[in-house]
Nanobody
Framework: QVQLVESGGGLVQPGGSLRLSCAAS???????MGWYRQAPGNQRELVAT???????NYAGSVKGRFTISRDNAKNTVYLQMNSLTAEDTAVYYC???????????WGQGTQVTVSS
């Protein structure tokens, strides 16, 4: 059974930091992992992705503020978010890919709210 368990969301003040985690299980040939977000009224958008070799890709709006990393031994991906602004408020979703079948799996999402 495939599971993506996300944690680390919450309420933070502008300028603050949060660290999201996503642990994947039940996915064979685990390839790219990543984070996406969806704010109310907006489409889901890419935040950052990381390959199983550590190659990373960031949305321009988060580059320099967010850092994605992964622990392949734990099948876990992290997103360190610094200098958060209200524009970062969204539900953040973890995605993991079966590299052989090219199937994507999604987590249920974790809410991040940046507000004073």
């Amino acid at each position: 059974q495939v599971q993506l368990v996300e944690s680390g969301g919450g309420l933070v003040q502008p300028g603050g930091s949060l660290r999201l985690s996503c642990a994947a299980s039940g996915i064979s040939n685990l390839g790219d992992m990543g984070w996406y977000r969806q704010a109310p009224g907006n489409q889901r958008e890419l935040v950052a992705t990381i390959s199983n070799r550590g190659s990373t890709n960031y949305a321009g709006s988060v580059k320099g503020r967010f850092t994605i990393s992964r622990d392949n031994a734990k099948n876990t991906v992290y997103l360190q978010m610094n200098s958060l602004t209200a524009e970062d408020t969204a539900v953040y979703y973890c995605k993991a890919t079966n590299a052989f079948l090219r199937w994507d799996y999604w987590g249920q999402g974790t809410q991040v709210t940046v507000s004073s």
